[in-house]
């Protein structure tokens, strides 16, 4: 079956103490991305990768670190979290330019949970 | 740049009536739009997408949605109303297909009174 996994799916933390969300899809995207979803906020991107050891910022990257050493995985770092990352994480993926893929659809994880106290 | 206004952070209907929901979009370029629904505790499925073909798109499950340049907007319907139809959606504006970026809106939840 064609998925994105993200692991854990619900996560309790205090701040300051490093964690990182994973991230994998079994469809060779080359596209990756994540998301953070905040009530009244929609959806806002983090980072992006167009492909292996390829990414760049979203619009809020601040206070995250992303990594693409594999095409199947994009995990999301946490370096020092604060409160403010309390939030709802989402990882997609889709077909990227390289494979000459024009498809837009973005292939959604079920979401992380994430609370820092 | 571009952004997307969704109006309404919450629409009720009753089962079997008509469902809009709003969007209208800025974009100095041609956009790609789309919409994608939230179903409780899961993550978003892509409900149809706007490419520049026909200004009148179809997606899933009986939702189409509308082009209209002169307004800038893409606005979802549905004639008819399903209680599996409650759930959050998103409009999402894009600069081409294969963007890197993707803008989405606040989002709108439904809900269907029975």
């Known amino acids: 079956e064609a998925q994105v996994t993200q692991n854990p799916r619900y996560l309790i933390t205090v701040t300051g103490k490093k964690l990182t969300v994973t991230c994998s899809q079994n469809?060779?995207?080359?596209?990756m991305s994540w998301y953070r979803q905040d009530p009244g906020l929609g959806l806002r991107q983090i980072y992006y990768s167009m492909n292996v050891e390829v990414t760049d910022k979203g619009d809020v990257p601040e206070g995250y670190k992303v990594s693409r050493k594999e095409k199947r995985n994009f995990p999301l770092i946490l370096e020092s979290p604060s409160p403010n990352q309390t939030s709802l994480y989402f990882c997609?993926?889709?077909?990227?330019?390289?494979?000459?893929?024009?498809?837009?659809?973005?292939?959604f994880g079920p979401g992380t949970r994430l609370t820092v106290l | 740049a571009q952004s997307v206004t969704q109006l309404g952070s919450h629409v009720s209907v009753s089962e079997g009536a008509l469902v809009l929901l709003r969007c209208n979009y800025s974009s100095s370029v041609p956009p790609y739009l789309f919409w994608y629904v939230q179903y409780p505790n899961q993550g978003l499925q892509l409900l149809l997408k706007?490419?520049?073909?026909?200004?009148l798109v179809k997606g899933i499950n009986g939702f189409e949605a509308e082009f209209k340049k002169s307004e800038t907007s893409f606005h979802l319907t549905k004639p008819s109303a399903h209680m599996s139809d409650a759930a959050e959606y998103f409009c999402?504006?894009?600069?081409?297909?294969?963007?890197?970026?993707?803008?989405f809106g606040s989002g709108t939840r439904l809900s269907i009174r029975p």
């Open positions: 997609a993926s889709k077909v990227g330019l390289l494979a000459g893929g024009t498809t837009d659809t973005q292939y």
């Open positions: 469809m060779n995207h080359e596209y």
């Open positions: 706007y490419t520049s073909a026909a200004t």
């Open positions: 999402a504006v894009s600069r081409y297909s294969s963007a890197s970026k993707i803008i």
